[in-house]
């Protein structure tokens, strides 16, 4: 709603570029960008050994 009441609301643009049912949505273009540049200046160590983080010896 407008803030002034004697005002006209903004006509609505239709278009017929609307998803159907069942089809996943568009990701924006932000969204986009973010999922085509991995970081790949950081790689992450290792994790150790499962023994190693918790203190135990595999029993067999």
Do not use: Y
């Amino acid at each position: 709603m407008p803030k002034n009441i004697f005002q006209r609301p903004q006509p609505i643009k239709r278009s017929s570029n609307v998803p159907r049912h069942g089809a996943p949505l568009p990701m924006s273009r932000l969204e986009a960008r973010r999922v085509a540049q991995p970081k790949t200046d950081k790689e992450a160590p290792p994790l150790p050994a499962l023994e190693t983080l918790l203190g135990k010896t595999p029993q067999s």
